[in-house]
T-cell receptor
Framework: NAGVTQTPKFRVLKTGQSMTLLCAQD?????MYWYRQDPGMGLRLIHY???????AKGEVPDGYNVSRLKKQNFLLGLESAAPSQTSVYFC??????????FGPGTRLTVL | SQQGEEDPQALSIQEGENATMNCSYK?????LQWYRQNSGRGLVHLIL?????REKHSGRLRVTLDTSKKSSSLLITASRAADTASYFC???????????FGTGTRLQVTL
């Protein structure tokens, strides 16, 4: 039981490049979330999903897209990376009791 | 967007002392959760308190909630060096259980 895993752990992009962050959970959770954390700040919600095939916008969705084709996976895409997207990205999934389980994070730098 | 504000931003205590962190928020909530984040790691759920609860305990943790003042506090008793981390409150409103995080309190416990 690996919980929530994220791939990759680190990535450096140039402005304008694209990439996809993968989140996987093996707990059969319906709800999944993508957050970003900037220095000295709490996490901010980018997008979330309430089940397979569904996605919805969070607090800071601009510049990101997501897909939930399989229940266990939640993908976060950056079509054209910008320096303002330099951040640490966390994925989480939610248990029935409202507790969220977080992955270890992906540290992304956009030059 | 509603956001919790933690106070203090940073707290340094000696092992064995108690640590108290406060969180204020802006709107009504379904529940309030506290998370811990060790440096460079993902968040770990500590405790959840529902809007109709006033106090909750879990091991050395005690959480209070005052919905009339829109505030919560987290007390860690008999602190240990291993408690050194950042602590975040997160409010929840709505059926998707989206978390809205505060900016966090950095706790340093020294020997």
């Amino acid at each position: 039981n690996a919980g929530v895993t994220q791939t990759p752990k680190f990535r450096v992009l140039k402005t304008g490049q694209s990439m996809t962050l993968l989140c996987a959970q093996d707990m059969n959770h319906e709800y999944m979330y993508w957050y970003r954390q900037d220095p000295g700040m709490g996490l901010r919600l980018i997008h979330y999903s309430v089940g397979e095939g569904t996605t919805a916008k969070g607090e800071v969705p601009d510049g990101y897209n997501v897909s939930r084709l399989k229940k266990q996976n939640f993908l976060l895409g950056l079509e054209s990376a910008a320096p303002s997207q330099t951040s640490v990205y966390f994925c989480a999934s939610r248990a029935l009791g409202n507790e969220q389980f977080f992955g270890p994070g992906t540290r992304l730098t956009v030059l | 967007s509603q956001q919790g504000e933690e106070d203090p931003q940073a707290l340094s205590i000696q092992e064995g002392e108690n640590a108290t962190m406060n969180c204020s928020y802006k709107t009504s909530i379904n529940n309030l959760q506290w998370y811990r984040q060790n440096s460079g790691r993902g968040l770990v759920h500590l405790i959840l308190i529902r809007s109709n609860e006033r106090e909750k305990h879990s091991g050395r943790l005690r959480v209070t909630l005052d919905t009339s003042k829109k505030s919560s506090s987290l007390l860690i008793t008999a602190s240990r060096a291993a408690d050194t981390a950042s602590y975040f409150c997160a409010t929840v409103l709505g059926t998707a259980s989206k978390l809205t995080f505060g900016t966090g309190t950095r706790l340093q416990v020294t020997l």
